[in-house]
């Protein structure tokens, strides 16, 4: 990557970190660290919530990471050339037919080119996303990078598990909080079926500890689950204690399957998290002239572009892409049309200036979900 090409990728992720802590209320960061900033390292988040994920990761990292994503949204050549210019690669999967695969050689070729030059990569090993409360089963694509990569360069690569968690991933304003796990060394070995499910079952379970995860096991107790911790106030964002409070359901519920042990669990969890008569009066108004000041852009999205989305995975993504697009627009616009009219610059800029610093107060300390 030329120098150009290097600012213009920097100032990118500069735009997009600047852009998410408008749009988020709060992104917290654990475990994070600067201990494996000169080595190979390979980052591997759960994914839940489409571009969000990455973007968040690649821009709180603080380091140049390239990530893979799924080939579909390269197919645009103007979109394509633009990924692949900040920082992008394609990855190509059996779904996108068996013929495709061939075209991964040339990108496993780059990412060890990448981790040669000790830098990082980007994988959801999940393979797809889903905004289920759990780690879902990994998929082998990562290895098999690893094995392309030793078979051409012999040295370790540092595999690093990030958990992402969201309070609630569809609604506006959310919280995210990324934990970032131990990141660990992997030497060249033998991929028999034995060794690769050994390091799947150890990412697996080092995920499921970052972030809230429902086992498959509790399946048909899952929306109870869900809806105790929501009403647990922040639970989602403290994964360490909500596994907790999981596990504590489920041996409840061995030791008693009537379920009513289990129900005092949550009875205890909500009595918990109680919120004054004064503090939704606040948050209810708060939120009313939230969408008064911005009825434009809260009108476009729920009428025309929020129906046109099929997976509530791609709501918070699409809002997020629209707000980037929409805001500087209506800002510069607001500014000219002021300028014009009232012929009084100091008001031109000081009414949108306004308009943004009230914005920023209502996310980040008043605002109510919106959705």
Not at 62 to 81: A, C, E
Not at 159 to 166: F, T
């Amino acid at each position: 990557m030329n120098s150009v090409q290097n600012q213009v990728t920097n100032s990118v992720k500069a735009l997009v970190r600047f852009a998410l802590w408008c749009y988020f209320k709060r992104i917290t960061l654990i475990g994070f660290s600067k201990e494996n900033h000169a080595k190979p390292v390979i980052y591997l988040g759960n994914h839940q919530n489409a571009l969000i994920d990455a973007l968040l990761i690649a821009t709180t990292t603080r380091r140049k990471t390239t990530f893979l994503t799924r080939s579909d949204v390269f197919k645009n050549p103007l979109i394509g050339h633009l990924l692949r210019y900040i920082g992008m690669l394609p990855i190509y999967r059996f779904r996108d037919g068996v013929d495709t695969l061939s075209k991964n050689t040339p990108i496993f070729n780059r990412c060890g080119e990448i981790l040669h030059d000790h830098e990082a990569i980007l994988i959801f090993p999940e393979g797809n996303h889903g905004l289920k409360r759990r780690v879902r089963p990994l998929k082998k694509g990562f290895i098999s990078l690893l094995t392309h990569r030793w078979s051409r360069d012999k040295q370790p690569v540092y595999l690093s598990p990030i958990g992402v968690n969201y309070k609630n991933a569809v609604r506006f304003p959310d919280c995210a909080t990324l934990v970032y796990g131990k990141a660990f060394q992997v030497n060249p070995f033998e991929p028999t079926p034995d060794s690769i499910q050994s390091l799947l079952n150890q990412l697996h379970q080092q995920l499921s500890v970052l972030t809230t995860h429902i086992p498959e096991s509790l399946e048909v107790n899952y929306d109870q689950i869900e809806a105790g911790l929501e009403k647990g106030g922040q639970l989602f964002l403290n994964p360490i204690k909500a596994n907790d409070i999981i596990a504590q359901f489920e041996r409840a519920l061995h030791i008693d399957p009537s379920g009513v042990a289990a129900n005092d669990i949550w009875l205890k969890v909500n009595s918990e998290k109680r919120i004054s008569f004064f503090q939704k009066a606040c948050s209810l108004i708060s939120k009313f002239l939230f969408e008064c000041l911005n009825i434009v852009p809260i009108y476009i999205w729920r009428l025309f572009l929020k129906p046109g989305i099929k997976q509530p995975e791609f709501v918070s993504t699409a809002r997020f892409g629209f707000s980037l697009l929409f805001f500087p627009a209506y800002f510069l616009l607001l500014f000219i049309l002021i300028a014009v009219f009232s012929k009084n610059l100091g008001m031109a800029l000081a009414i949108p200036m306004i308009h943004f610093i009230l914005n920023i107060i209502f996310v980040k300390k008043y605002a109510n979900p919106l959705h």
